[in-house]
């Protein structure tokens, strides 16, 4: 079925959006080909793979990928696809292939890098056209790889901005998460928590800065951590931060969103920067990055106040409580959130601590958070079936967003600016001039 460029471009106004970007599969197909196909995606975290031979597995859109720490010390990204026969060279997950990938099903072997190393009999090869340097006998690699502070995105595409330039003004949320350890480094630690939602993948990401939810659809686990205070007199971090989400909207619409181009954002404002005086764990972690940074520079990256950032395709990183939420479109309606954690290396262990202690409360399967919003994700999903109507509102605050350096920012923490910033994205991505203009139209 071919969708052209002005079907395409149809589909997305200024304030709304047709339910179709979230139902038809064959628009699916294109985002693959469209958006996955050319932007930077986050594959993994250098930490991920520490010696010659780690690999990581992940997906680029619907392409399976391996990151691979070679002998020489550089990450490779190469697609999980041998060459013979078309076999994924290793299974999904996490592991060590050794000195070079061997194929389970016929044993050819590849260098790190996918190189062609060699066939078992090879004497059964001569006199043929097979050629052992020529590509199509190695495992290919993706297009380009590149580093963000020990993030390794990879792009399936030769042509477009370097990495720098597309992650733009959310640059600064890996640099705030990096900077709050006292050496500048993390590392993925913990294990990961997966979760696989019934929904388009991009309702996840304009969730993450619709603020106009959270007393909503978190009332019950808000109200709850509220009553459960009540009774025993306190409010521990564990009942604080579930409790957040029902803040009124007075709080809410005080907040700040940016958006950038490329779909990109992120929300300020939500945390309280003195808590660093008050609360035990910033307390020592203050302590810790003072000692090396002086009380200033120190108060400066504690005091920088981010919740939610999007980098659009890739998923959102979570500078305050070090996490990335890894968002992969698995269908039309199925995709797949892998929460990585993050140690800040050289900062007390209280603060990793802490770290579990939110991604458990808020993101794990079993919180009483998330389960709130996949059950809406996947009514989004089952609701935009029906013939009850074709087009989604993003109307809050449309026509008010300024616009700031590099980006725009809303008037009111519960604009829709973020969801209507990544349609403007989605609309250059799909029909073809992606990282060419700025952020809404
Ligand atoms: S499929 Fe890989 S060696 Fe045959
Ligand atoms: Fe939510």
């Excluded at 990151?67 to 026969?85: F, L, W």
């Excluded at 205070?229 to 809410?252: H, K, R």
């Amino acid at each position: 079925m071919t969708l052209s460029d002005e079907l395409i471009a149809s589909l997305v106004r200024p304030d709304s959006v047709h339910k179709r970007v979230y139902t038809d599969p064959h628009i699916f197909e294109l985002e693959m080909e469209r958006i996955y196909g050319q932007a930077w995606i986050y594959v993994g975290h250098e930490s991920q793979v520490k010696q010659t031979g780690d690999y990581h597995t992940t997906r680029i859109g619907n392409q399976d990928v391996i990151m691979v720490r070679a002998s020489d010390g550089n990450i490779h990204v190469v697609y999980n696809r041998c060459p013979h026969k078309g076999a994924k060279v290793v299974p999904d997950g996490d592991g060590t292939a050794g000195k070079f990938f061997r194929c389970p099903y016929h044993a050819w072997t590849f260098k790190l890098d996918g190189t062609h190393l060699s066939a078992p009999l090879r004497n059964g090869l001569h006199n043929t056209c097979f050629d052992p340097k020529h590509p199509d006998f190695s495992m290919r690699k993706v297009a380009r790889v590149a580093h963000y502070r020990g993030f390794v995105f990879a792009s399936q595409s030769h042509d477009g901005p370097d990495l720098a330039t597309f992650l733009n003004g959310v640059a600064s949320s890996i640099d705030n998460l990096c900077d709050r350890s006292p050496v500048g480094e993390v590392e993925v630690a913990g294990g990961v928590f997966r979760v696989q939602q019934r929904s388009n993948w991009k309702v996840f990401y304009e969730n993450l800065h619709d603020t106009m939810h959270a007393p909503v659809t978190h009332e019950s686990s808000a109200s709850s951590a509220r009553a459960q205070a009540d009774q025993i007199g306190s409010m521990p971090f564990e009942l604080l931060i579930l409790e957040g989400n029902g803040e009124p909207y007075e709080f809410w619409e005080k907040l700040e969103l940016r958006a950038y181009e490329n779909g990109h954002g992120y929300m300020e404002g939500i945390f309280d920067p003195s808590a660093a005086t008050r609360d035990p764990v910033a307390a020592e972690h203050f302590a810790s990055l003072s000692q090396v940074h002086g009380e200033t520079r120190a108060r400066e990256i504690m005091g920088m106040n981010r919740h939610n950032t999007v980098i659009y395709g890739s998923g959102s990183p979570h500078t305050v409580f070090q996490q990335f939420r890894v968002i992969r479109p698995l269908s039309v309606d199925r995709t797949l959130v892998e929460i990585q954690l993050f140690r800040l290396k050289g900062a007390p262990e209280s603060v990793f601590e802490r770290a579990l202690v939110y991604a458990n409360a808020i993101n794990s399967p079993s919180s009483n958070v998330m389960p709130d919003d996949v059950e809406v994700y996947a009514r989004c999903q089952q609701g935009n079936q029906t013939n009850g109507g074709d087009w989604i509102s993003m109307h809050r605050y449309a026509g008010t967003d300024r616009e700031v350096e590099n980006g725009m920012v809303s008037t009111n923490g519960t604009s829709e600016l973020p969801m209507r910033n990544q349609f403007a994205a989605w609309k250059r991505f799909m029909v073809g001039q992606a990282g060419s203009g700025k952020g809404i139209e």
